[in-house]
C-alpha cells in the first residue's frame, strides 16, 4: 500500500513534444506529491509539488494534473527540449506522519533534436 | 537558498575498511535528514532518517550497525559505512529538511569499494 507505480519506464520525444509521465498510488493517506528530475551522476531536484486539493498545477513548461478518485498523477513537459533529457521519479508522502518519501520506479526521457 | 552539500563527491575504498560521508545544510537548519541509496538504473531507496540529537530510524533490512548515522548539529549528518564490502559499492544521496517543509536533495556521494 506504500508503493508508488510510475510509468513508462522510458519515453524519447522529438524536441518540442510533450511528454507525459504517470504515477498511481494505493494510500489515500498520501497528501504531498513531488516530481524531480535527476541527471547521472547528480543529486534530485524539485520540479514541482501538489497538494491533493487541487487538480492542476503548472510552474513553467511543467504541469502536474491529480485525480485524487483515480489515485493518480501525472507529469507533462510542455516544449521539451533536449536539456530537458534526464530521469524523472515521482513520489508521495504523508506529512501527517513524518513526510517520508516514497518513490516510484523513475522515467528516463530523451528529447531528440 | 536551500542548498545541500555532500563530502566526498567520490571515495574508493578497500574492502574492509570504513568510509565517512558528511551531509551540510549550508544555509538553512535542517531538523531532519534523510539518507537515500541509489543502483544503477534504479530508483532512491531510503535507508534511514535522522532527527537532531536523536538515534536515526533505520528502514527495514538496514543494519545499523554496518551504516553509522550522526546527526549531531542542525547542518550536519554523517554516515558512516562500515567495514565496507563490494556490495556496498552505491551512490548515497542525502537530503535534509526544516521541520516540514521541502527536502533538499546533496548531489551524492559515489562509494566504489574494492
Known amino acids: 500500500q506504500q508503493q508508488v507505480k510510475q510509468s513508462p519506464q522510458s519515453l524519447i520525444v522529438q524536441k518540442g513534444g510533450i511528454p507525459i509521465i504517470n504515477c498511481a498510488y494505493e494510500?489515500?493517506?498520501?497528501?504531498?506529491f513531488p516530481w524531480y528530475q535527476q541527471f547521472p551522476g547528480k543529486g534530485p531536484a524539485l520540479l514541482i509539488a501538489?497538494?491533493?486539493?487541487?487538480s492542476e498545477k503548472k510552474e513553467g513548461r511543467f504541469t502536474i494534473s491529480f485525480n485524487k478518485s483515480a489515485k493518480q498523477f501525472s507529469l507533462h513537459i510542455m516544449d521539451s527540449q533536449p536539456g530537458d533529457s534526464a530521469t524523472y521519479f515521482c513520489?508521495?508522502?504523508?506529512?501527517?506522519?513524518?513526510?517520508?518519501?516514497?518513490f516510484g520506479q523513475g522515467t528516463e526521457l530523451s528529447v531528440k533534436p | 537558498g536551500a542548498v545541500v552539500s555532500q563530502h566526498p563527491s567520490w571515495v574508493i575504498c578497500k574492502s574492509g575498511t570504513s568510509v565517512k560521508i558528511e551531509c551540510r545544510s549550508l544555509?538553512?537548519?535542517?531538523?531532519?535528514m534523510f539518507w537515500y541509496r541509489q543502483f544503477p538504473k534504479q530508483s532512491l531507496m531510503l535507508m534511514a532518517t535522522?532527527?537532531?540529537?536523536?538515534?536515526?530510524?533505520?528502514e527495514q533490512g538496514v543494519e545499523k550497525d554496518k551504516f553509522l548515522i550522526n546527526h549531531a548539529s542542525l547542518t550536519l549528518s554523517t554516515l558512516t559505512v562500515t567495514s565496507a564490502h563490494p556490495e556496498d559499492s552505491s551512490f548515497y544521496i542525502c537530503?535534509?529538511?526544516?521541520?516540514?517543509?521541502?527536502?533538499?536533495f546533496g548531489p551524492g556521494t559515489r562509494l566504489t569499494v574494492t
Open positions: 501538489i497538494r491533493p486539493d487541487v
Open positions: 513520489a508521495a508522502a504523508n506529512y501527517n506522519q513524518g513526510g517520508k518519501l516514497i
Open positions: 535522522s532527527n537532531e540529537g536523536s538515534k536515526a530510524t533505520y
Open positions: 544555509d538553512f537548519q535542517a531538523t531532519t
Open positions: 494510500n489515500t493517506a498520501f497528501d504531498y
Open positions: 537530503s535534509a529538511r526544516s521541520g516540514l517543509r521541502e527536502q533538499y
